[in-house]
């Protein structure tokens, strides 16, 4: 697909629903990011609060907004594939915001590596909760790390567009509320992955989020990808039951070294099974994380 003339480098798409008390601060975090050469694409999906009138009133000429009925945020996410017009796609979500520097240290890399397909970046979070989270670096760590889960922050990545269409892949409604895990596990067929080095995605935790309110379908979705793409790619799948242990362990009853002790000895055979199920440096480290999380969490 070659870019037709006065097309936008980036197209930075956004979703939104409901996102008015939010929205303000992620376009301004999409400016603050010191390219001209883009456009603020934003899904309105349905909206029934103030995101219209925060729409109407923000002064930027390549904010472009699109309304649609509400369809969800796959459906959102799929539109948003079908009207962008930047070379590249850049996403992040409405109740977020975009850290200075994030666009033009992924073109910067993107430039350096004509393979990469999709790259991201770790990411913060900050409101009801506060902590930092990397994910892996190199291609071969992020395939490593799609056997137990998704290998980017979905709304930190920058992707490029042109391979993106020839791919066909889009975002999958029966895997709603896991639809990024799903595409990275597809479009790792088509190109390089990685993840830069920096916060470039500062994640909002608040109550009225669709992870805190899908929590139980998300992580049913979650399960369901990681069987399929194991068997995609020659692996043999982490148990369900392991697989759940480890990324969702069951919050401590008490607090203290005896509870810390009791939640390690608890995930010793979730951590060997899917250990051996799929040996790795990157899962061993992830793996070796999600022990320390839990652990950590007894000792509070």
């Known amino acids: 697909m070659i870019p037709s003339a006065g097309d936008p480098l980036v197209t930075v798409l956004i979703p939104a629903y409901n996102a008015g008390p939010y929205l303000r601060d992620t376009l301004v975090s999409v400016q603050q990011q010191g390219i001209d050469d883009l456009e603020i694409l934003v899904i309105d999906d349905g909206s029934t609060d103030e995101t219209g009138r925060v ?99 979905g709304a930190s990545v920058l992707i490029r567009r042109d391979r993106l269409v020839a791919s066909g892949v889009r975002f999958d409604p029966s895997c709603a509320h896991a639809e990024d895990y799903r595409m990275w596990c597809e479009l790792s067929e088509y190109g390089r992955l990685g993840n830069l080095p920096m916060i470039g995605y500062r994640y ?45 362990p069951e919050p401590p009853a008490r607090v203290g ?26 899962g061993l480290r992830f793996l070796g994380r999600k022990a320390y999380e839990a652990t950590a969490g007894a000792l509070r």
Do not use: K
């Open 55 to 153: 729409l109407a009133g923000f002064d930027d000429p390549r904010l472009r907004v699109v309304q649609q009925s509400n369809l969800g945020l796959v459906g959102a996410l799929n539109r948003g594939l079908d009207e962008a017009r930047g070379s590249f796609l850049a996403r992040l979500d409405a109740d977020d915001e975009m850290p200075v520097g994030r666009l033009v240290a992924q073109l910067t890399a993107m430039e350096r590596d004509p393979e990469l397909l999709v790259l991201g970046t770790d990411y913060e979070a900050y409101g009801d909760a506060s902590f930092r989270v990397r994910m892996p670096r190199s291609d071969r760590a992020c395939r490593q790390r799609l056997v137990f889960g998704s290998c980017h922050c």
């Open 204 to 248: 909002r935790i608040h109550a009225g989020q669709v992870s805190a309110l899908f929590v139980d379908e998300q992580r049913a979705t979650h399960v369901r990808i990681a069987a399929e793409h194991a068997l995609r790619t020659g692996r043999r799948p982490i148990a369900e039951a392991d697989l759940r242990a480890l990324l969702w």
């Open 257 to 282: 070294a005896v509870a810390a002790g009791r939640s390690l000895i608890s995930l010793t055979g979730p951590l060997l099974r899917a250990g051996r199920a799929a040996p790795s440096v990157e």
